[in-house]
């Protein structure tokens, strides 16, 4: 930054055009699991093509995730954003007539997971993270992660109300026009130089460096855990809520309050993880999920419990993406970080495939989602183990750079 930037590329302007593309893109796909019901009702699909379409999404989501990652890093963020951005309001565009198993797939899974990657807020913390000191670096991702849940917040019960009102088709049009905010947002970033820190580092190299580092594994296998929480309790709760003769307006405001206390849990992560270890927090993040999951499936499923459930998760939802980008950011350093987190979070992708998946199948075989919880407690007690003996360190060319 120099003194003769024009005031829209200032810190404080990325930083602000980073929280509301957050908010968006995280919030439009936030309502996901709203329209599981009423679309597999109106078509007579059984819940797993539903769930296999959002299980495609996902896991393009990821693979696209590395690959705009890559090209962000390489060509600046605003071309990867505008472009994404676009094809995700495509996705949902075609989504809203979807009348077939295989237009869905094509649009909710390969149109939305692919837009996503583009238009997603890892692109945008990559592109913060070159451009702040890096004291305040884990501070900007807490706040950029925190927006996302605050889009989550605005968008469940909009997106519900709106299906209320006009039907899901209507809201997925209302949604599609929401995402294209993102193409003026993304200006900010319109050549944004590359960070120094890893002068003379190609692609290639960086790649085969992160390889061959024991506590990258570590974080790519620990954030497989957070993708199949997340997915499987976004898709399928309000279904279980349902399922549970709870009354219908719980799900909308379920999904909300996830979002609402994910914006105080993202941001008190970014916080502590500038202050504390970052692998200790994401160890007690992840006990923490599978304590409140073990209790919500043994307590009755009531308005109380699931509104408690709800805000309890929201608590610990995305705290683990400042935590684990940021570890990201220390290992490697910020130059590559879009790359390389892309690759952390296909792991997450792959997780929220097998949560999203498992969900369907196996409630359409055994009419319970009982085991689909108690894998997601046993996962998130041996996530936390997994993250223990990560080495919190630069490795040794970025130390000595």
Not at 39 to 57: D, H, K, L, P, T
Not at 199 to 220: C, D, F, K, P
Request: net charge positive.
């Amino acid at each position: 930054m120099t003194v003769s930037q024009p005031f829209w590329r200032t810190s404080g302007i990325v930083i602000l055009a980073g929280c509301l593309i957050a908010l968006v893109s995280f919030g439009a796909r936030s309502g996901f699991g709203l329209f599981l019901g009423p679309m597999s009702e109106a078509n007579a699909w059984g819940r797993e093509v539903f769930a296999v379409a959002i299980g495609i999404q996902n896991l393009l989501w990821g693979v696209g995730q590395m690959i705009t990652g890559a090209i962000a890093d390489r060509f600046g963020a605003t071309r990867v954003l505008v472009v994404g951005a676009l094809v995700y309001c495509a996705g949902l565009l075609l989504m809203a007539v979807a009348a077939s198993p295989l237009v869905l797939h094509l649009s909710a899974g390969v149109l939305v997971g692919i837009g996503g990657a583009g238009a997603s807020f890892a692109i945008v913390m990559a592109a913060v993270a070159r451009m702040v000191p890096e004291e305040r670096r884990s501070w900007a991702l807490g706040v950029i992660v925190a927006s996302s849940s605050l889009g989550m917040f605005l968008f469940a019960p909009m997106t519900q109300g709106l299906i209320l009102a006009y039907g899901w088709s209507t809201a997925l049009v209302v949604v599609a026009c929401l995402v294209l905010l993102v193409v003026p947002l993304a200006l900010p970033y319109a050549g944004q130089p590359a960070s120094a820190s890893a002068a003379g580092q190609s692609i290639g190299q960086a790649i085969r460096e992160a390889a061959g580092h024991r506590s990258y594994w570590y974080l790519v296998t620990g954030f497989f855990v957070c993708g199949y929480h997340v997915a499987f309790i976004q898709t399928h709760l309000p279904a279980y809520i349902t399922d549970s003769f709870v009354a219908p307006w719980v799900a909308g405001w379920a999904i909300a309050l996830v979002g609402l206390f994910n914006v105080v849990g993202s941001y008190a992560s970014g916080v502590l993880g500038g202050r504390y270890s970052k692998k200790n927090l994401l160890s007690l993040i992840y006990v923490l999920r599978a304590l409140v999951i073990a209790l919500y499936v043994l307590l009755p499923v009531t308005a109380t419990t699931t509104l408690v459930f709800a805000a309890a998760m929201g608590l610990l939802w995305l705290s683990t993406v400042p935590l684990t980008s940021g570890l990201v950011a220390v290992m490697f350093g910020p130059r590559y970080m879009a790359m390389l987190f892309g690759v952390v979070f296909f792991s997450h992708q792959l997780g929220a495939f097998l949560g999203v998946w498992l969900g369907g199948r196996l409630y359409d075989v055994t009419g319970s989602y009982d085991v689909v919880w108690w894998i997601g407690v046993a996962l998130g007690l041996l996530a936390a183990l997994i993250h223990l003996p990560i080495t919190e360190r630069p490795v040794v060319r970025t130390a000595a750079a």
